[in-house]
């Protein structure tokens, strides 16, 4: 379980880390079920990354792993390809959602957008420490 405590402790320490880049972003925190615990719309940050953070910690939730790690996988002859169809469209592929781990074991998940993707994902790392 993540708990919105620990969920606004992840998503101050990634606002921190993308104030400190100077990149407004949009950062969720999903529990166990892949669930919304909690989001922030840093002032700046795209509309429409509201949901692209959303569904990117849906997605590593949902397959426990990084959506950039997915992303790899789900390239044109490579194992996943086609799977960000799938879900009714709902799985993102490209970097910025964590999964969040409590003794080894995925308990919930963040997903970071409105930046490019390494930044997403170091704002998403940035989060994910603090867990």
Do not use: C, Y
């Amino acid at each position: 379980m993540v708990t919105l405590q620990e969920a606004r402790k992840v998503i101050a320490a990634a606002e921190k880390k993308a104030a400190e880049i100077g990149q407004p972003m949009n950062i969720a925190v999903a529990d166990a079920g892949g669930n919304l615990v909690a989001h922030v719309r840093m002032d700046g940050a795209w509309m429409g990354s509201v949901d692209i953070s959303i569904k990117k910690a849906w997605t590593s939730r949902a397959f426990d792993i990084t959506t950039q790690d997915l992303a790899k996988h789900s390239q044109s002859g490579s194992q996943f390809f086609g799977i960000h169809a799938s879900n009714d469209g709902r799985v993102m592929i490209f970097a910025g959602g964590i999964p969040l781990k409590r003794g080894g074991k995925v308990v919930g998940a963040i997903g970071v957008s409105g930046g490019s993707g390494d930044q997403d994902h170091a704002v998403a790392e940035a989060g994910a420490a603090a867990f």
